[in-house]
């Protein structure tokens, strides 16, 4: 079975802090994602990684950071977090597939309060 | 402007009935489209991908439709239960760079 486990369900941290969200997957996925989940925006994309030490922005990387220093296991960083980051963050890691028809499998999510 | 839309936003339907979403996009090029399921807390999880060539597919309960030349899909659920209530967000992937355009999801809840 498919697993993207990430370290935290819930987190509240303080305006200024750093923080890190990290996001393993055990199927050996090359590729991995990075998304902040808002109601009445839907996903947005933050930032993904086609290998370790690759990486890529998405839509909306303003604010974050990345590290892929190994295959299995993604961290998104916010270097100062903001009231404005106060998000659902959801990872995912994507499998190999003809013609772009690779699922894209996410982890429960981690819910971050910044205060 | 987002690039698919999905309708309605929100839906309360009694257990047993059915229902159908929609989701429209402009979404160019075309490689294929899921639908998802995220059930309230979780992370979402595929029902269905169509490619250009596809125009239906099932998975149990759910039927998605993919009518490419409109650019329309649409996911219908038969005989709700209440474990059908979660959001849909209809993905349209746009091939290449793991790009995935997103609909902002329809809100579905089966009452009793």
């Known amino acids: 079975d498919v697993k993207v486990t990430q370290s935290s369900r819930y987190l509240v941290k303080r305006t200024g802090e750093k923080v890190f969200l990290e996001c393993v997957q055990d199927?050996?996925?090359?590729?991995m994602f990075w998304y902040r989940q808002d109601p009445g925006l839907g996903l947005r994309l933050i930032y993904f990684?086609?290998?370790?030490?690759?990486?890529e922005k998405g839509d909306i990387p303003e604010g974050y950071s990345v590290s892929r220093e190994k295959k299995e296991r993604f961290s998104l960083i916010l270097e100062s977090a903001s009231t404005n980051q106060t998000s659902m963050y959801l990872c995912?890691?994507?499998?190999?597939?003809?013609?772009?028809?690779?699922?894209?499998?996410f982890g429960p999510g981690t819910r971050l309060t910044v205060t | 402007k987002n690039q698919v839309e999905q309708s309605p936003q929100s839906l309360i339907i009694l257990e047993g009935k059915n229902c159908t979403l929609q989701?429209?996009?402009?979404?160019?090029?075309?490689?294929?489209l899921r639908w998802y399921k995220q059930d309230t807390g979780r992370g979402p999880v595929s029902l269905t991908i169509?490619?250009?060539?596809?125009n239906t597919k099932s998975n149990g309960r759910y039927t998605a439709t993919l009518d490419a030349d409109t650019k329309q899909s649409s996911l219908h659920i038969t005989a709700s239960q209440l474990s059908d209530s979660a959001s849909y967000i209809c993905?349209?992937?746009?091939?290449?760079?793991?790009?995935?355009?997103f609909g902002k999801g329809n809100q579905v809840v089966v009452i009793p």
């Open positions: 169509m490619t250009f060539s596809e």
């Open positions: 993905v349209v992937n746009r091939g290449g760079n793991n790009r995935l355009a």
């Open positions: 199927m050996d996925h090359e590729n």
């Open positions: 995912a890691s994507r499998t190999p597939g003809q013609g772009n028809r690779g699922e894209q499998y």
């Open positions: 990684s086609y290998d370790v030490k690759m990486k």
């Open positions: 989701c429209n996009y402009t979404v160019s090029p075309f490689s294929n």
